[in-house]
């Protein structure tokens, strides 16, 4: 016999001067390797039509599908129901703006931080198309694309303090963005280039070192040593910088 | 309303659209991209495996040119392509791919000296050249001569998308994410723009351009097993269809991919294959080589799927609650393979299936996976039917892909094309002066709050948007398959004629305020009917077997009468099927058709024509 899962889902459409914001019961019976992205998709098709949830690539690679399930920011369709108590409580994840029930702006989010971390290569050579490629050792190709796994899902920032705190703060994938940059033999920014990107408390001196982000990352990025790394890079610049001056 | 005025708007924020966003872009114009999800979402980053270009840096490669792809993409084909364009394709990949470096992708690297490679399950040796320390490496895939598939580990579409979306930002392309285009603006004669419903509060917005794009990629979600992401369901091809004048090419050449998952349907990639995995039966029996003692598991896609699907009709199927399946055998490859050039394949198998592919078998079986229709284009990218609408990616049938694209050609497509595509597209915006025409548009989006306002009341029935639609997917899985046949096709077209009749008498059942997921999903859907009949209806047309549209009734590659492409339109809204037109596949030809090499090899040949 299989379960009868309960499932707690947050509502609310702001677009509808009827709907508050409130929690629905919703249950479901539970089948062979059911996962959330089974589970809500079922419930939006058989139960409540209008509920918004996101989900797009279905198997872990997009990042579209972060919520907080069960007090836990997380992917939902790499979440199997069996690996989950009877009663799951879904919410939305926090920091970004609500679209809807369990949907959320990630979009504009992330956009502002290419532009705030100019999230793009800075070199002044020009491409030759008639040349063979320049090289690279295969070790900085694999320590970068390391660092450019990041779905961009944002499960770092809602679990993230200091995120919740101060609207300003760029967060763990944005730190990790940078971090991607500064190893890229190709970028010619140099450390104080980035000191004026992250040297402060918006970027990697605002950051509490509790590694929330870390954990919860389902990438498994490597996201404390980044932050180590770049605290130790940026102590030195700020360092040097005050030496010079 | 709001309206937003671009000079080069671009329905797609994938690797197709966003390349050739940035070619009109550098060339000083204003772009906007629409996309459903944030641009790193879009699909192309799902693709795991890789982008075929000849740069044979590797020792494998050694010897490549665009001559030997040429070649390969043209037998891939199964000659149902248009050779000129797949010259095109073969020529630029190798400075696309360049580029691609140059902008940021971490591609993997030759390392020189001794490695080991698996084929068929037997180890091998090679030495890579010191000379070559550096450059672009590059992995064996399906159907091709040489090793030639560029990769970063196995997440290259997503390392390319997150390099094509930053060059964006850099660039000052604007993404519009959550904004579905819903209806083209245009006057049969030409296009200036779409009608969009912005998928953060539900309402409607107006985009006028010079030059709109459709790259909007597959619409594998018409079929109920597909590896595509959820997004990918035809909604902007179905604007395509909506007019009357523009044509999809080829819908009825649809690839199944060999290794889906058994029975979430995602795809592991066939750079499993490529590095040496194997496919096992019930009782853990190689096969393949039986069927194919060339080419074994790396022959083409529409090949391998076909044996897998004929030796488990032959018994030798693992039987599972899920339907039958196949085993795919990596683990000769090692921990250290596995879970750093596979990472992606190993952590699928570890979260969906809970099988650890270092010591266990993959549970796998042929899957939908691309679609070779699409909106067609001329090869300069400019659709059929409208000026000023161009398509890219894997929305187009541009055509280098013929009845059966090989892996790696796809996701280098869409770079490929993008650049070329987007530089016609610079080219066309030169010289163009556009009239916005206020009556047209006001008409248009009345049309289209007309429709939301019927769904949501209900005028023209109860339907329920969902079970139409899953009618639709069933019908289609039933029918035009791996398999065809006469009778299953007339069955199928049968069953989505009744399908199409419903889905105009869809009605909510939610109120369809603000985003609305259910609004979304019935405004497209029979136009999604539409194109299952494209697909079902030109299958039992076409009389032959090519690449991947393979009738047990008609086994034979027939050029005599089939070298031809399929153009399927919707002349009519009140139609009940679409009408069917034909041109030649090819008007240059470089390799006259011949033998693949693999797969079947009966073939009706052209020169039988009776004079
Ligand atoms: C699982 C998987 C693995 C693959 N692996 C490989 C591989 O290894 N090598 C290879 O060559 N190919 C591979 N492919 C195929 C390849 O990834 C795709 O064909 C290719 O990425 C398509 O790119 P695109 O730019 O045309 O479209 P996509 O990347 O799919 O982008 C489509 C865009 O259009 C937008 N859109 C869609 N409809 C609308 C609308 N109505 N309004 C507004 N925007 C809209 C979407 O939001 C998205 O931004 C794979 C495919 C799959 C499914
Ligand atoms: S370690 Fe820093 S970035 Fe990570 S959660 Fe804590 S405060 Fe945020
Ligand atoms: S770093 Fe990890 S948790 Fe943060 S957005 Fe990227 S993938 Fe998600
Ligand atoms: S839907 Fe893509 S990661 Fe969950």
Same mark, same amino acid.
């Given at each position: 016999?299989?379960?009868?899962?309960?499932?707690?889902?947050?509502?609310?459409?702001?677009?509808?001067?009827?709907?508050?914001?409130?929690?629905?019961?919703?249950?479901? &019976?539970?089948?062979?390797?059911?996962?959330?992205?089974?589970?809500?998709?079922?419930?939006?098709?058989?139960?409540? +039509?209008?509920?918004?949830?996101?989900?797009?690539?279905?198997?872990?690679?997009?990042?579209?599908?972060?919520?907080?399930?069960?007090?836990? +920011?997380?992917?939902?369709?790499?979440?199997?129901?069996? =690996?989950?108590?009877? &009663?799951?409580?879904?919410?939305?994840? +926090?920091?970004?703006?609500?679209?809807? =029930?369990?949907?959320? =702006?990630?979009?504009?989010?992330?956009?502002?931080?290419?532009?705030?971390?100019?999230?793009?290569?800075?070199?002044?050579?020009?491409?030759?198309?008639?040349?063979?490629?320049?090289?690279?050792?295969?070790?900085?190709?694999?320590?970068?694309?390391?660092?450019?796994?990041?779905?961009?899902?944002?499960?770092?920032?809602?679990?993230?303090?200091?995120?919740?705190?101060?609207?300003?703060?760029?967060?763990?994938?944005?730190?990790?963005?940078?971090?991607?940059?500064?190893?890229?033999?190709?970028?010619?920014?140099? =450390?104080?280039?980035?000191? &004026?990107?992250?040297?402060?408390?918006?970027?990697?001196?605002?950051?509490?070192?509790?590694?929330?982000? &870390?954990?919860?990352?389902?990438?498994?990025? +490597?996201?404390?040593?980044?932050?180590?790394?770049?605290?130790?890079?940026?102590?030195?610049?700020?360092?040097?910088?005050?030496?010079?001056? | 309303?709001?309206?937003?005025?671009?000079?080069?708007?671009?329905?797609?924020?994938?690797?197709?659209?966003?390349?050739?966003?940035?070619?009109?872009?550098?060339?000083?114009?204003?772009?906007?991209?629409?996309?459903?999800?944030?641009?790193?979402?879009?699909?192309?980053?799902?693709?795991?495996?890789?982008?075929?270009?000849?740069?044979?840096?590797?020792?494998?490669?050694?010897?490549?040119?665009?001559?030997?792809?040429?070649?390969?993409? !043209?037998? @891939?084909?199964? *000659?149902?392509?248009?050779?000129?364009?797949?010259?095109?394709?073969?020529?630029?990949?190798?400075?696309?791919?360049?580029?691609?470096?140059?902008?940021?992708?971490? *591609?993997?690297?030759?390392?020189?000296?001794?490695?080991?490679?698996?084929?068929?399950?037997?180890?091998?040796?090679?030495?890579?050249?010191?000379?070559?320390?550096?450059?672009?490496?590059?992995?064996?895939?399906?159907?091709?001569?040489?090793?030639?598939?560029?990769?970063?580990?196995?997440?290259?579409?997503?390392? !390319?998308?997150?390099?094509?979306?930053?060059?964006?930002?850099?660039? /000052?392309?604007?993404?519009?994410?959550?904004?579905?285009?819903?209806?083209?603006?245009?006057?049969?004669?030409?296009?200036?723009?779409?009608?969009?419903?912005?998928?953060?509060?539900?309402?409607?917005?107006?985009?006028?351009?010079?030059?709109?794009?459709?790259?909007? @990629?597959?619409? /594998?979600?018409?079929?109920?097993?597909?590896?595509?992401?959820?997004?990918?369901?035809?909604?902007?091809?179905?604007?395509?269809?909506?007019? @009357?004048?523009?044509?999809?090419?080829?819908?009825?050449?649809?690839?199944?991919?060999?290794?889906?998952?058994?029975?979430?349907?995602?795809?592991?990639?066939?750079?499993?294959?490529?590095?040496?995995?194997?496919?096992?039966?019930?009782?853990?029996?190689?096969?393949?080589?039986?069927?194919?003692?060339?080419?074994?598991?790396?022959?083409?896609?529409?090949?391998?799927?076909?044996?897998?699907?004929? %030796?488990?009709?032959?018994?030798?199927?693992?039987?599972?609650?899920?339907?039958?399946?196949? *085993?795919?055998?990596?683990?000769?490859?090692?921990?250290? %393979?596995?879970?750093?050039?596979?990472?992606?394949?190993?952590?699928?198998?570890?979260? #969906?299936?809970?099988?650890?592919?270092?010591? $266990?078998?993959?549970?796998?079986?042929?899957?939908?996976?691309?679609?070779?229709?699409?909106?067609?284009?001329?090869?300069? @990218?400019?659709?059929?039917?409208?000026?000023?609408?161009?398509?890219?990616?894997?929305?187009?049938?541009?055509?280098? %892909? /013929?009845?059966?694209?090989? /892996?790696?050609?796809?996701?280098?497509?869409?770079?490929?094309?993008?650049?070329?595509?987007?530089?016609?597209?610079?080219?066309?915006?030169?010289?163009?002066?556009?009239?916005?025409?206020?009556?047209?548009?006001?008409?248009?989006?009345?049309?289209?709050?007309?429709?939301?306002?019927?769904?949501?009341?209900?005028?023209?029935?109860?339907?329920?948007?969902?079970? !139409?639609?899953?009618?639709? $997917?069933?019908?289609? %899985?039933?029918?035009?398959?791996? #398999?065809?046949?006469?009778?299953?096709?007339?069955?199928?077209?049968?069953?989505? $004629?009744?399908?199409?009749?419903?889905?105009?008498?869809?009605?909510?059942?939610?109120?369809?305020?603000?985003?609305?997921?259910?609004?979304?999903?019935?405004?497209?859907?029979?136009?999604?009917?539409?194109?299952?009949?494209?697909?079902?209806?030109?299958?039992?047309?076409?009389?032959?077997?090519?690449?991947?549209?393979?009738?047990?009734?008609?086994?034979?590659?027939?050029?005599?009468?089939?070298?031809?492409?399929?153009?399927?339109? *919707?002349?009519?809204?009140?139609?009940?099927?679409?009408?069917?037109?034909?041109?030649?596949?090819?008007?240059?030809?470089?390799?006259?058709?011949?033998?693949?090499?693999?797969?079947?090899?009966?073939?009706?040949?052209?020169?039988?024509?009776?004079?």
């Amino acid at each position: 016999m299989s379960r009868l899962l309960k499932l707690n889902i947050f509502r609310y459409n702001p677009e509808d001067e009827l709907s508050m914001p409130h929690m629905q019961e919703f249950v479901l &019976e539970e089948t062979d390797s059911m996962t959330l992205f089974i589970a809500l998709n079922r419930i939006r098709e058989e139960q409540d +039509p209008s509920l918004q949830f996101d989900f797009c690539c279905r198997a872990g690679i997009c990042g579209s599908c972060g919520m907080v399930i069960n007090g836990r +920011p997380g992917l939902a369709c790499h979440t199997k129901t069996r =690996d989950l108590p009877g &009663e799951i409580t879904l919410l939305p994840l +926090p920091v970004f703006k609500l679209v809807g =029930d369990l949907s959320v =702006d990630t979009g504009t989010w992330f956009r502002e931080m290419y532009t705030k971390t100019e999230s793009w290569i800075h070199t002044n050579k020009i491409f030759d198309p008639t040349a063979l490629e320049e090289r690279m050792d295969n070790k900085d190709a694999v320590a970068i694309y390391e660092l450019e796994r990041c779905v961009e899902c944002g499960c770092c920032i809602a679990a993230c303090g200091t995120a919740r705190l101060r609207e300003d703060f760029l967060g763990a994938a944005a730190l990790n963005r940078v971090a991607r940059f500064l190893i890229d033999p190709r970028d010619e920014r140099t =450390d104080r280039d980035y000191y &004026e990107i992250i040297g402060n408390d918006m970027g990697i001196f605002g950051c509490m070192g509790l590694l929330a982000c &870390e954990d919860v990352c389902p990438k498994h990025l +490597p996201l404390q040593n980044q932050l180590g790394f770049l605290r130790r890079k940026m102590g030195i610049t700020s360092i040097k910088r005050l030496f010079r001056k | 309303m709001q309206t937003v005025y671009t000079d080069f708007l671009v329905v797609g924020a994938g690797l197709a659209g966003e390349r050739a966003a940035v070619e009109a872009a550098e060339a000083g114009f204003s772009v906007v991209c629409l996309s459903l999800v944030p641009a790193r979402r879009s699909h192309s980053s799902a693709a795991q495996g890789g982008m075929q270009a000849s740069l044979g840096n590797s020792v494998m490669g050694e010897g490549d040119c665009p001559d030997v792809h040429f070649a390969d993409t !043209v037998k @891939g084909s199964d *000659w149902g392509c248009d050779q000129e364009v797949a010259r095109l394709f073969a020529d630029t990949a190798p400075i696309e791919m360049r580029r691609l470096a140059h902008w940021g992708v971490p *591609w993997n690297r030759v390392v020189p000296g001794k490695s080991i490679y698996y084929k068929g399950g037997k180890q091998y040796e090679k030495v890579e050249a010191e000379e070559k320390e550096g450059l672009i490496m590059a992995r064996s895939f399906g159907g091709t001569a040489k090793w030639r598939t560029c990769y970063t580990s196995d997440g290259t579409g997503h390392a !390319v998308m997150c390099t094509m979306d930053n060059r964006c930002a850099e660039k /000052g392309v604007e993404v519009h994410d959550k904004t579905e285009a819903i209806a083209l603006l245009q006057d049969g004669e030409t296009c200036f723009g779409v009608v969009a419903r912005c998928l953060r509060t539900g309402e409607l917005r107006v985009y006028l351009s010079k030059a709109t794009m459709i790259a909007a @990629g597959g619409f /594998g979600r018409i079929y109920p097993n597909t590896t595509n992401a959820v997004i990918c369901d035809g909604g902007a091809h179905t604007m395509c269809v909506g007019t @009357g004048v523009v044509p999809m090419g080829n819908m009825e050449a649809v690839q199944f991919h060999p290794t889906g998952i058994v029975p979430t349907d995602i795809l592991v990639t066939e750079g499993c294959r490529g590095d040496g995995g194997t496919l096992l039966d019930v009782d853990e029996k190689r096969f393949m080589h039986i069927y194919e003692p060339e080419k074994a598991e790396l022959a083409s896609r529409d090949v391998v799927s076909r044996w897998m699907t004929h %030796h488990m009709r032959e018994g030798h199927g693992v039987k599972s609650p899920y339907g039958e399946h196949l *085993w795919l055998d990596i683990r000769h490859l090692g921990a250290e %393979h596995i879970t750093g050039k596979l990472r992606e394949v190993y952590e699928i198998c570890t979260s #969906f299936l809970g099988v650890d592919p270092i010591h $266990q078998l993959i549970p796998v079986r042929p899957t939908h996976h691309y679609s070779m229709g699409g909106v067609r284009t001329n090869k300069d @990218g400019a659709a059929y039917g409208l000026k000023g609408l161009f398509a890219a990616g894997e929305a187009a049938c541009w055509d280098m %892909h /013929g009845f059966n694209r090989l /892996g790696g050609n796809s996701l280098a497509e869409t770079v490929v094309a993008g650049g070329i595509i987007g530089r016609k597209v610079a080219e066309y915006l030169e010289g163009c002066e556009t009239e916005f025409k206020t009556g047209l548009i006001n008409d248009e989006v009345g049309r289209q709050q007309a429709r939301i306002e019927a769904l949501i009341s209900g005028a023209n029935g109860s339907e329920n948007v969902y079970k !139409v639609r899953a009618a639709m $997917q069933e019908a289609l %899985h039933k029918g035009a398959n791996i #398999f065809r046949t006469q009778e299953g096709l007339e069955k199928c077209v049968a069953e989505l $004629q009744e399908a199409l009749i419903r889905a105009k008498k869809v009605g909510l059942r939610s109120n369809g305020k603000g985003v609305n997921p259910e609004l979304a999903a019935a405004l497209k859907l029979e136009g999604q009917v539409k194109l299952a009949l494209m697909i079902a209806y030109g299958a039992l047309m076409r009389t032959e077997s090519r690449g991947s549209h393979n009738r047990e009734d008609f086994p034979a590659r027939n050029d005599r009468d089939w070298l031809t492409r399929t153009l399927a339109y *919707w002349k009519k809204p009140e139609d009940t099927l679409p009408t069917l037109e034909y041109e030649p596949a090819t008007t240059v030809v470089e390799i006259p058709p011949g033998d693949r090499g693999y797969g079947h090899s009966q073939i009706i040949s052209a020169d039988d024509k009776k004079e």
